[in-house]
């Protein structure tokens, strides 16, 4: 498809009504849907969309993929998106869908037999286990969220390298961003190594690839914890995704 059919065809997608049963499935399964104000989920509706349509959407083990799960994972995908410029996780082929739990696909080069929940792989597919989905979606709470995590994953093999630094948009931010991170994630691994239980968890000391994806997740779900306990990282990434997510709970910690 050349760029100007793929552009014509996106703009009669996002020409076409948005249905009213999306915006219930969305109420119900995305907390985070309620918090946006009308721009902002105007703009994840039409990414939302554009997802749903472009990705080829696959179920395993007896799964069937239904569009209220198409709705729900491509929303939560796009929140990712509000504050940058894109091309809807253009990389990304297919979305493979699991009931729950599932042994580690062949195809991914890692060893067989390993029990997971999701994973991004950077030749173009994101597997993920739809229990965690759902209920993840709808309370961002415990700061962990399976679709944030591999599609953080997606944005940092953008430049072709899964070294935890998405490309970046200028040379002030590449600066800021190396120097915090990489303090940031020894500190991790020190206080670990200290037999400490750091905000961030363990897992996010095991790479930096990693590093990024559970820190998006902790921006996107806890953004004042995040900010309150590391708010350079925060603040890092704030510049980077261009949204202040802290504020869409404002309202919620005021009550």
């Not at 991170?181 to 037999?195: G, H, Q």
Request: proline share 5%; aromatic share 12%; hydrophobic share 40%.
């Amino acid at each position: 498809m050349t760029p100007w059919s793929r552009q014509a065809r996106r703009k009669s997608l996002l020409a076409e009504p948005w249905p009213e049963t999306w915006d219930s499935w969305l109420t119900q399964n995305f907390k985070h849907y309620s918090l946006l104000d009308g721009a902002q989920r105007a703009r994840l509706r039409d990414d939302s969309r554009t997802i749903m349509a472009e990705k080829n959407w696959e179920g395993c083990d007896g799964l069937k993929v239904t569009d209220v799960m198409k709705v729900t994972i491509a929303a939560q995908a796009a929140l990712l998106l509000l504050g940058l410029e894109h091309d809807y996780f253009s990389r990304v082929m297919s979305i493979v869908l699991f009931p729950c739990a599932f042994e580690l696909p062949a195809e991914s080069g890692e060893e067989r037999g390993q029990i997971i929940s999701g994973q991004a792989v950077d030749y173009g597919s994101v597997f993920l286990s739809w229990d965690r989905v759902l209920t993840e979606g709808r309370d961002p709470s415990a700061g962990r969220n399976l679709v944030i995590h591999e599609f953080a994953h997606q944005l940092d093999f953008l430049d072709g390298y899964t070294n935890g630094t998405p490309p970046l948009r200028s040379a002030e931010l590449t600066r800021r961003w190396n120097k915090v991170m990489k303090t940031s994630f020894t500190r991790l691994r020190r206080e670990l190594r200290n037999s400490r239980k750091p905000f961030l968890g363990d897992y996010a000391a095991t790479h930096p690839t990693e590093f990024f994806s559970v820190l998006s997740e902790k921006f996107f779900l806890v953004p004042a914890e995040l900010r309150h306990y590391h708010p350079d990282l925060y603040e890092v990434l704030a510049k980077y995704y261009r949204v202040e997510p802290v504020q869409w709970f404002a309202g919620e910690i005021k009550s």
